[in-house]
T-cell receptor, first 115, second 109 residues
Framework: ETGVTQTPRHLVMGMTNKKSLKCEQHLGHNAMYWYKQSAKKPLELMFVYSLEERVENNSVPSRFSPECPNSSHLFLHLHTLQPEDSALYLC??????????????FGNGTRLTVT | DQQVKQNSPSLSVQEGRISILNCDYTNSMFDYFLWYKKYPAEGPTFLISISSIKDKNEDGRFTVFLNKSAKHLSLHIVPSQPGDSAVYFCAASAGDMRFGAGTRLTVKP
């Protein structure tokens, strides 16, 4: 399997639940990202990992917790979310972090609904 | 602070004609610009890019133009095809990549 794979594709969770989103990249890239896409808004960068080290956390609430166990896998742990957290969560990878001519390769996203 | 703006949420074009998608940015430090295309239920896919040292980059039916003095980026698709119907995002990078909100292109047969 090639590219960036995200699971699950759809997730419905209550505000008291704990769930995790999973991302796997098969491209040999060194950087991985979590983005949030809300309706009619630009993609918002949440977290960046470069060589398995977190390099950016864009003021994301602590109810979102990322984990990067190795260069191919990225998780987003979710707990006590709010209804306004409902969105499409996209994982992406790139050859290098902040590398020129290093486009992002996206997964198909997880559509999250918080009830 | 939205540094990358796509002011047209939608665009409709007849098949065979030119589609022109526009993007404006505010950060003069951006040195790498990209266009992504997104179909429903899929993630964005990279389409074409341009670095700030160029003003034009062409790949088949797709051409990206960069006007640094105006801080303006455009994507031309010619001829447009129904399969080009998608949401197009522009992005700009000075390290971190910033995205516009997208323009939905509809190409009518």
């Amino acid at each position: 399997e090639t590219g960036v794979t995200q699971t699950p594709r759809h997730l419905v969770m209550g505000m008291t639940n704990k769930k995790s989103l999973k991302c796997e990249q098969h491209l040999g890239h060194n950087a991985m990202y979590w983005y949030k896409q809300s309706a009619k808004k630009p993609l918002e960068l949440m977290f960046v990992y470069s060589l398995e080290e977190r390099v950016e956390n864009n003021s994301v609430p602590s109810r979102f917790s990322p984990e990067c166990p190795n260069s191919s896998h990225l998780f987003l742990h979710l707990h006590t979310l709010q209804p306004e957290d409902s969105a499409l969560y996209l994982c992406a990878s790139s050859q290098d972090y902040q590398g020129l001519n290093s486009p992002l390769h996206f997964g198909n996203g997880t559509r999250l609904t918080v009830t | 602070d939205q540094q990358v703006k796509q002011n047209s949420p939608s665009l409709s074009v007849q098949e065979g004609r030119i589609s022109i998608l526009n993007c404006d940015y505010t950060n003069s430090m951006f040195d790498y610009f990209l266009w992504y295309k997104k179909y429903p239920a899929e993630g964005p896919t990279f389409l074409i890019s341009i670095s700030s040292i160029k003003d034009k980059n062409e790949d088949g039916r797709f051409t990206v133009f960069l006007n640094k003095s105006a801080k303006h980026l455009s994507l031309h698709i010619v001829p447009s095809q129904p399969g080009d119907s998608a949401v197009y995002f522009c992005a700009a990078s000075a390290g971190d990549m910033r995205f516009g909100a997208g323009t939905r292109l509809t190409v009518k047969p």
